[in-house]
């Protein structure tokens, strides 16, 4: 089936920055929109960004806007997630999901068909 690999984990101090990456199939990529999501200890499954099929479009929680850039490239098959003012909060194993029936990017994860194993961050104090 449909594989996306997240990569670009790891432990960063409060305030640091770090970018994760997500390759997903070359020959169908550009054809799903893509997000981001994350789970932390305890917690739900939460969105975090979103971007439509052509990255002309993108969403993002309230908890991470203006901190986090999702982008894509779909000439690499790869959408990132560049997470600057990390906070202690942030942490949590970060998926990324494809959607493969809407073009804009929702902030469901329940439409989401397709998910990556898992990264993990860690924000430390």
């Known amino acids: 089936q449909v594989q996306l690999v997240e990569y670009g984990g790891g432990l960063v101090q409060a305030g640091g920055s770090l970018t994760l990456s997500c390759a997903g199939p070359?020959?169908?990529?550009?054809?799903?929109?893509m997000g981001w999501f994350r789970q932390a200890p305890g917690k739900e499954r939460e969105f975090v960004a979103s971007?439509?099929?052509?990255?002309?479009?993108?969403y993002y929680s309230i908890a991470v806007n203006s901190r986090f850039t999702i982008s894509r490239d779909n000439a690499k098959n790869m959408v990132y997630l560049q997470m600057n003012s990390l906070k202690i909060e942030d942490t949590a194993v970060y998926y990324c999901?494809?959607?493969?029936?809407?073009?804009?990017?929702?902030?469901?994860?329940?439409?989401?068909?397709?998910w990556g194993q898992g990264t993990q961050v860690t924000v430390s104090s």
């Open positions: 999901a494809a959607d493969p029936k809407r073009s804009y990017g929702s902030m469901s994860q329940l439409v989401y068909e397709h």
């Open positions: 070359e020959d169908t990529f550009s054809t799903y929109a």
């Open positions: 971007i439509s099929q052509t990255g002309g479009r993108t």
